[in-house]
């Protein structure tokens, strides 16, 4: 038997079960597996993934979950399945099915968790919740593992699966990870991420770059009770439009962030057009953007404050002739790529506190931190892009940035802190992730299926010496 396989081989075995892959996509998309109100329980799902992989030959396979913090996970796909080679190579596939809640009143195409093929341009797409992000993720690993079993009759390589339930509401696995770095169970020499994705429809990228990010509830209390706005408006101070002062401050004229100590990340992104990021964004025409910079500098390298929630906040449900006496609003900032979120965490702080008027009541509450990622060229990034140009048929790949935050990466590094960690996946903008009619390329799926078994493949020959560990990086703090 040849050191590797053919990519001929690959290619046929990857071709021949799209089918059955495309199918369990299917299946799995009817899946209500959100953090809430979850149908089936998130067990069901996790127990139908897990056999799903020993259907392809891990017979490790299971469900199992993580315990830390007075907290457990939800149901977490986990296999551990070794190569009969000595020195072969461990490589680690995640994935998450949980996915985003969803308004079905908002959708057109389909309901969010009945899925519908639509034929278009040559190509066939996938509409309903989570079946780009992240269950074309889970399928992409089947698929490969499926291809690399059948033309080598067993395993080239080590593999270990993690397939969470949380990625979306709060991740267990991250916080464990961080605190655990260590667990044999996380460890390889090689950390494939499936939940980002191209630039468009055959147009292959690896993520180089994710924002982190930071969630905090910010409470403003001006008065002991709402009472009446003609008896009392304009000395008493009213609560929201304190607030309303408070945030007008973490911006500048220009609509830049504008709040001391949280950093900008500068890197050799692609350009983004503006005309396909407005349509895509789905911005009014005339409506002006906001910020300086380039496009991707503001996207991936920048930080961005946004109120993503309000409490207390005055409602054109049953508008009222009061002052409100608290307030509270919840406050996403996206993070640039190398900024410590607990030095994020600070500025914010200290900027409330400097700006808040004399004697307001405000309070200050965490709600969850991520760190960003600023991804190296490590030992097997030569083969990582081989593989995606062989999949793709071309001479070039993009190295992009996600505004997006996924924290597990960082946890997943600082565990493997010298190998190399792939961010690729099916989820292009047509994608449409986290909003309505949400849908994935069946011809986007079946080209990263075979890529991730081209670079599996590519690693199958036994490791004689340790891989060099240095990294290169574009990328520069501001």
Known sequence: ??????????????????????????????????????????????????????????SSAGVTTITHGGKSSAPLVYADERADTDGARTVLLYAHYDVQPA???????????????????????????????????????????????ETWSRLPVNVKVVVEGEEESGSVLDSYLADNPGDPRFKADLVVVADTGNLAVGRPALTSTLRGILAVDVTVRTLAKEVHSGMYGGPAPDA???????????????GDVAVPGLTRFEHDWPAVPEEQYRENAGVEPGVDLVGTGTLAQRLFGRPALNVVGLRGAPSMDRPAN????????????????????DAALRAIEEHIGANAPGAV???????????????????????????????????????????????????LHAANPGSDIVLWGCEEPLANIHGDDESVSRSELERMTLAEALLLNALAEPRRTAPARGRTTTGRRT
Request: proline share 6%; net charge negative.
């Open 1 to 58: 038997m040849t050191a590797v396989a053919s990519e001929e081989g690959l290619h046929d075995h990857v071709r021949d079960s799209a089918p059955e892959f495309w199918q369990a996509l299917i299946d799995l998309v009817k899946h209500k597996s959100t953090a809430d109100q979850p149908d089936p329980p998130l067990c069901v799902t996790a127990e139908t993934i897990a056999g799903l992989f020993r259907s392809v030959g891990l």
């Open 103 to 149: 308004d079905e009143s908002t959708w057109q195409v389909t309901k969010p968790f009945v899925p519908k093929e639509v034929a278009a341009g040559g190509d066939t797409r996938l509409y309903g919740r989570g079946a780009a992000d992240d269950k074309s993720g889970v399928v992409m690993h089947l698929g490969a593992l499926k291809a690399l079993r």
């Open 240 to 254: 929201f439009m304190v607030l309303a002062r408070l945030l007008s401050t973490m911006h500048d004229a220009n």
């Open 322 to 341: 009061v002052l409100h006496p608290e307030v509270t609003a919840r406050i996403s900032v996206r993070l640039a790529p190398n900024q410590d979120p």
């Open 361 to 411: 009541v405000r309070e200050v509450e965490p709600v969850s931190l991520g760190q960003g990622f600023a991804a190296y060229r490590g030992p097997y990034h030569a083969a990582v892009e081989t593989a995606l140009k062989t999949a793709y048929g071309t001479g070039d790949v993009a190295h992009a940035g996600q505004g997006g935050s996924i924290p597990l990466v960082s946890a």
